[in-house]
C-alpha cells in the first residue's frame, strides 16, 4: 500500500510542477491614486510613453487652477515666464504638454504648446472658438471648433502647432462633432451628438473615414484616450452609471466599475477617475495561466494517477 501512495504522491508532484510552470496571457490592474499635495481637486487628463501624467490642479493657497506634470509620483508646477497656466491637456512622448494659459494682464485664455517652459500659442481654429484637446509626436494638435455654418455647429480639427493646417472634418449625421484623443499613426477619436443619442468614433486622417464605437453593455458611449497600439478607452452609460472600459480591436472589455477612463498609452498604462473623484493611474499586470502545453501532459497525469489506484482497489478485491 506504501508503494502506491508513494506512486500516487509523484503524480500529483508532477501535476502540480506541471501547472506551475506558466506564461504570461491575460492582463488585470494594479491601481495607484494620483494626488497633488495642496490641492482641493484634482484633474487628470494625458499620460505619455513614459508614464508621466499631465492635468490641473485646484489649490488651497491659489485663486484659479494650476496646470501639473506627475513624473513617477513626483508633482511639479507647470509653470511658464509671464503666463499664469491654468491647466494640461496633453503629453506627447518628448515631453511636450499642451496647456490652456492666460498671459499676465490679460484676461483671454489661449492654447500653447509648452516645450521646457517655452510657451507657442496653437494657430486655432480658423479664427473661430476651438479647444485643442490631444498632441502627438509629430506635434500635430487636435481638437473641436465652432463650426462656421449648419448643419455642422462643432467639427473636429487637426494641426501642426508650429503652423500648417492637416485636416478639418465632422459626422455628416450628427451636428456636434467633439475631439478628444489623437495617436502617432493618424488615428483621431471623439464623440458625437445628439440625435438619438451620443456615439463615440475614429476618424481615420489617412483615408478620411469615420467609424462608429459603441459599447454594447451601454447605451451612450465615450471615448477618450487612443494609443499607437489603436487601444481605446473610454466610459459607457447604462442604467446603473458610468462604467470604464478598454477597446481592443473592438473587444471591450471593463477595467473598473463606476469609472471614467481618461488616456491610455502604449505600455497599456490607463488614468482615469472614480465616481467619487478619486483619480488613479491603472497598471496592467500580467497573470500567469497554464501554457497550452501543461493541458495535455495534466490530463496524462491524471489519468495515471486513477490507473495505479484502480490498479491497487483491484488487487485488494481478488
Not at 502627438?136 to 500648417?164: E, I, K, M
Amino acid at each position: 500500500m506504501w508503494r502506491h501512495r508513494t506512486a500516487t504522491a509523484a503524480l500529483l508532484g508532477m501535476t502540480v510542477l506541471t501547472v506551475g510552470k506558466a506564461a504570461l496571457a491575460d492582463v488585470t490592474y494594479s491601481f495607484t491614486p494620483i494626488d497633488v499635495p495642496g490641492a482641493v481637486f484634482v484633474d487628470v487628463k494625458g499620460i505619455n510613453n513614459a508614464g508621466q501624467i499631465v492635468g490641473s490642479a485646484f489649490m488651497v493657497t491659489l485663486p484659479v487652477p494650476v496646470g501639473y506634470l506627475d513624473t513617477g509620483g513626483i508633482i511639479t508646477t507647470i509653470t511658464a515666464p509671464g503666463y499664469a497656466v491654468v491647466d494640461a491637456f496633453a503629453i506627447n512622448d518628448s515631453g511636450q504638454i499642451l496647456v490652456s494659459a492666460i498671459p499676465n494682464g490679460s484676461l483671454t485664455t489661449a492654447t500653447y504648446v509648452d516645450t521646457g517652459g517655452t510657451l507657442l500659442q496653437i494657430p486655432c481654429c480658423f479664427g473661430l472658438p476651438g479647444s485643442p484637446n490631444a498632441i502627438n509626436n509629430s506635434g500635430q494638435v487636435a481638437g473641436s471648433y465652432d463650426a462656421p455654418s449648419p448643419p455642422q455647429l462643432t467639427a473636429g480639427f487637426v494641426v501642426n502647432y508650429a503652423g500648417g493646417f492637416v485636416s478639418s472634418f465632422y459626422d455628416p449625421n450628427e451636428p456636434y462633432t467633439f475631439v478628444t484623443g489623437l495617436n502617432n499613426i493618424g488615428q483621431v477619436i471623439g464623440n458625437t451628438c445628439c440625435g438619438d443619442s451620443a456615439h463615440a468614433f475614429v476618424y481615420d486622417l489617412g483615408t478620411g473615414t469615420f467609424t462608429t464605437i459603441d459599447d454594447p453593455n451601454g447605451y451612450e458611449t465615450y471615448v477618450t484616450g487612443i494609443n499607437d497600439n489603436g487601444q481605446i478607452v473610454g466610459y459607457y452609460w447604462d442604467a446603473n452609471g458610468p462604467h470604464g472600459f478598454l477597446d481592443t480591436g473592438g473587444v471591450f472589455t471593463s477595467i473598473d466599475d463606476s469609472s471614467y477612463l481618461e488616456g491610455i498609452n502604449d505600455s497599456g498604462q490607463i488614468i482615469g477617475r472614480t465616481g467619487s473623484n478619486d483619480y488613479f493611474l491603472a497598471t496592467p499586470v500580467p497573470v500567469p495561466v497554464p501554457e497550452p502545453g501543461a493541458l495535455p501532459l495534466l490530463a496524462a497525469c491524471l489519468i495515471g494517477m486513477f490507473a495505479v489506484r484502480g490498479r491497487y482497489r483491484w488487487g485488494k478485491r481478488t
